[in-house]
């Protein structure tokens, strides 16, 4: 297991998306590229692109979405879109860019290869 969002995690999490091959995914997510600021006292950076994450921004992205660890953490451990949905509403989560996109993922259905892929990353993510 590695600690959320530490280098030893974003390279497991690349090793996972190495070995996840093609996701099937339906067109709303697989051409979805999204920057995430990771604000706070260890700000961090990552993307989502073609339904893997990643390290660092990308350039391709049409929208960043800001959030502090705490907010992300709740959101991924509770896996309810209402408490992203009060937490932007609340102001911590912010939209930078095309804010209909990063809406997009709200009634996107993730494929069984992305679904797997990301249960793997909850399986080796220490909270």
């Known amino acids: 297991m590695a600690k959320f969002l ?8 690349q090793i996972l998306n190495s070995n996840a091959g093609e996701l099937h995914l ?3 997510l697989a051409n ?8 706070g006292d260890d700000p961090k950076e990552l993307h989502l692109d073609a339904g893997k994450l990643g390290q660092y921004h990308t350039s391709h992205a049409i929208s960043t979405i800001n ?3 705490d ?6 451990l509770d ?6 949905l009060e937490a932007f509403m609340m102001g911590k989560i912010r939209i930078d860019g095309n804010m209909s ?6 009634s996107a259905k993730p494929s069984p290869e992305q679904k797997a892929l990301y249960q793997k ?3 080796m993510t220490e909270f």
């Open 79 to 84: 896996k309810d879109a209402n408490i992203a």
């Open 121 to 123: 990353i909850l399986n």
């Open 67 to 69: 959030i502090d660890s």
């Open 32 to 39: 979805l590229i999204i920057n995430v600021n990771i604000i």
């Open 101 to 106: 996109a990063v809406m997009a993922l709200q």
């Open 71 to 76: 907010t992300l953490t709740q959101i991924i």
């Open 6 to 13: 530490s280098q030893a995690w974003f390279d497991s999490l």
């Open 26 to 28: 339906p067109p709303s």
